[in-house]
């Protein structure tokens, strides 16, 4: 049977130092140990 797998993030901007994601729940998106920025567009 197929799994569907739900999309978390979503690229919206891409700059030469950095790129900007929404995500729709960041606790699921982060790894074990990561710490990232959040805020606001």
């Given at each position: 049977?197929?799994?569907?797998?739900?999309?978390n993030a979503e690229?919206?901007?891409v700059f030469p130092?950095?790129?900007?994601?929404?995500?729709?729940?960041?606790?699921?998106?982060?790894?074990?140990?990561?710490a990232l920025k959040?805020?606001?567009?």
């Amino acid at each position: 049977m197929e799994e569907l797998i739900k999309m978390n993030a979503e690229v919206i901007s891409v700059f030469p130092n950095k790129i900007r994601i929404v995500v729709d729940n960041l606790e699921e998106f982060k790894l074990e140990d990561e710490a990232l920025k959040s805020g606001r567009i």
